[in-house]
């Protein structure tokens, strides 16, 4: 222990909370102040989102707000959750990969497969050069321990997926922003608990958190002149963390698997409930566009928000709807998390399946 830890502790303040608040209010601060900046210089240079086939927005929008959230945990995350990196050493090297690699896109846009090459290489870093691997999945499927090499191959895919799925929510409003400080909170919650109480991955979903509750409030405004999207730069970046986080979260209970208390066989499960509304969205986007025999891989407006703007629900309402449902996946799983692994997997598509179609139902309904 340092000479400021021990002064710090001397005050009766644990240095550990010391870290957690200063983190949380440096996070919210730099992205608070900082996207004005960003707005002015996105207007200037008209570096805007143009509304398109897809948009859900019918005029231009600053669309660089993720350089904010990067420039947060750029700063916050090496400081006040510097044990980060000294644990996950290629953690910090993926940040500036996705970083550059998302404001290029939101910039010029870039092809499809750069970015994905990008994605498998970040991926891939964090994978094999700090093991943060999925290991065991708990009998699910009737499998536990998993071979390395399997394991590596199915850890990639999974931050791949999560950080487009991620990518595929962000298309109304508030609901990226909202679903990252719900989501980083269940995760620094469970970390909290479960594992070490000084862990650093805590502080670092604290700075998730209040860098996202920064961007929600010029997100979320009805002012034209402080509006902004956080585009790909923030999306993927964000996506990427979520991933690595759940990985982390399913990690402890392998970790602890010696230690009743701490052991759960639904981890992997419950990680997967945290995580359903990017996972569910995606898949019921590949669903439709099958059904209807498109490429899977063909833009389209059958994201799950976009069947609620059809309803006639504003952006705000559309994502506190789907926050809401979320957050009752969420409490169920959490009340049943004892039951059968692979059944507690079922209930939760189902009624993940179940809240993404039923906009459909109602606007069928409403028709009629």
């Known amino acids: 222990m340092n000479n400021f830890e021990t002064f710090i502790e001397s005050t009766g303040i644990s240095f550990f909370y010391f870290k957690l608040l200063l983190g949380f209010v440096f996070s919210f601060v730099i992205t608070y102040v900082a996207i004005p900046t960003i707005i002015k210089i996105s207007r200037r240079k008209n570096l805007m989102d143009e509304p398109g086939a897809r948009s859900s927005h019918l005029r231009k929008i600053p669309n660089l707000g993720g350089i904010a959230i990067f420039f947060s945990l750029g ?14 050493k290629f953690l910090f090297a993926s940040f500036i990969i996705l970083f550059f690699v998302g404001v290029m896109d939101d910039i010029m846009v870039l092809r499809a497969y750069k970015k994905l090459l990008a994605q ?20 699910l499927f009737g499998v536990y321990e ?3 090499y399997v394991s ?29 400080v719900i989501t980083s909170a269940l995760f620094g919650i469970s970390f909290f608990r479960l594992g070490n109480h000084n862990d650093p991955l805590v502080i670092l979903c604290a700075i998730l958190i209040a860098a996202s509750l920064g961007f929600l409030i010029y997100n979320l405004s009805n002012k034209r002149s402080t509006k902004i999207f956080m585009g790909d730069t923030g999306s993927m970046i964000l996506g990427f963390l979520l991933a690595f986080t759940g990985i982390s979260f399913i990690d402890i209970f392998i970790e602890k ?22 996972i569910i969205d995606t898949l019921t986007v ?3 566009r099958i059904y209807h025999k498109k490429s899977v891989l063909s833009p389209d407006k059958n994201h799950i ?9 504003t952006h705000k309402r559309s994502t506190a709807y789907i926050i809401a449902y979320y957050l009752l996946i969420i409490a169920v799983t959490y009340f049943f998390r004892h039951f059968d692994i692979n059944q507690l997997l079922v209930m939760i598509l189902i009624l993940g399946f179940l809240g993404a179609y039923l906009p459909i139902f109602l606007m069928r309904f409403k028709k009629d």
């Open 75 to 88: 700063v916050c995350a090496p400081i006040f959750a510097y044990e980060l990196f000294d644990r996950y």
């Open 120 to 139: 498998i290489l970040v991926s891939a870093l964090l994978v094999i050069g700090s093991d943060v691997r999925i290991r065991s999945i708990f009998g």
């Open 146 to 148: 998993i071979n390395y």
């Open 152 to 180: 590596i191959l199915f850890s990639i895919l999974t931050f791949i997926i999560l950080i487009n799925a991620f990518n595929l929510i962000d298309g109304i409003d508030g609901l990226a922003g909202s679903y990252t």
């Open 257 to 278: 698997k010696d230690e009743v208390f701490y052991h759960l066989q639904s981890a992997p499960v419950i990680a997967v409930a945290i995580l359903i509304l990017p």
């Open 286 to 288: 590949i669903i439709t």
């Open 305 to 313: 928000h976009h069947k609620l703007l059809n309803l006639g629900l």
